[in-house]
């Protein structure tokens, strides 16, 4: 990773990338034991949500060298799921963390037409899942219940770059995320109160994503002898 971001920074022209947008979740295991907690609750008037749509938050700082442009990319998505009823609420909160290195090839300057960009990601995420009841944090031996995961994922992005002036430029984006292997072992003692009864503590998750990401670039002075 570090060789990676040396190459970003050693570029001919420099980019810096904010967004902002949706992002949904689909996590097996954990909807297994969402399900089976609210099969086993019949006194609530609502069942528990899914893990699901979350707001996504990105930057990322990119180098070019050619016709290649790469760099690191750091995002955060935020997701709650809730059951209410009249004397119980119930919430889980669900942070992820995703850092990448991204490629993206770029046509020619003088290539007519529009131009449409993929981007290849590959890094590593990290995720805090917590629950709330009435309002108060879930504890144990009076520490907060956490169920913490990661792994390594592979992205791909699609972006349609909307140009406004020379150096500044703005991106629609759409993309999927695939972690083969999740690991995640304390999520049903979070969710369910149990332990190796609904899900095991590892599996895959999927992420897809759609958003506007605002671009700043410009290019570096050369040196010459």
């Known amino acids: 990773m570090a060789c990676m971001l040396a190459g970003a920074l050693t570029g001919s022209s420099q980019g810096f990338f904010v967004g902002a947008g949706f992002q949904q979740h689909y996590i ?42 790469s760099g690191i990319q750091l995002s955060h998505s935020y997701s709650r799921s809730r059951s209410e009823s009249c004397n119980f609420n119930t919430k889980l909160r669900f942070h992820q963390v995703q850092l990448s290195y991204v490629l993206r090839w770029l046509p020619k300057p003088d290539t007519p037409g529009p131009w ?16 709330m009841i009435n309002g108060g944090s879930v504890s144990v031996d009076d520490e ?27 991106e629609l984006f759409a993309g999927a995320t695939f972690l083969p292997y999740f ?6 003692p979070v969710i369910h109160q149990t332990k190796g009864l609904t899900s095991e503590e590892s599996g ?8 506007i990401r605002a671009c700043y670039s410009e290019k570096r002075k050369q040196r010459t002898e």
Do not use: C
């Not at 995420?125 to 917590?130: A, I, M, R």
């Not at 349609?160 to 430029?169: A, G, T, V």
């Not at 690991?183 to 049903?188: G, L, R, T």
């Open 116 to 131: 449409y960009y993929f981007d290849l990601h590959v890094g590593a995420t990290g995720t805090e899942l917590s629950r």
């Open 28 to 69: 097996p295991e954990y909807d297994k034991a969402i399900r089976s907690y609210n099969s086993g609750r019949p006194y609530l008037e609502e069942d528990h949500a899914l893990i699901g749509a979350a707001t996504y938050l990105e930057a990322s700082f990119w180098g070019r060298v050619k016709q290649w442009n």
């Open 144 to 170: 907060p219940l956490r169920a913490w995961g990661g792994g390594g994922q592979l992205g791909l992005t699609f972006s349609f770059p909307i140009e406004i002036n020379k150096n500044r430029s703005g």
């Open 204 to 211: 895959h998750m999927i992420t897809w994503k759609i958003g």
């Open 183 to 188: 690991y995640s072992p304390n999520a049903e």
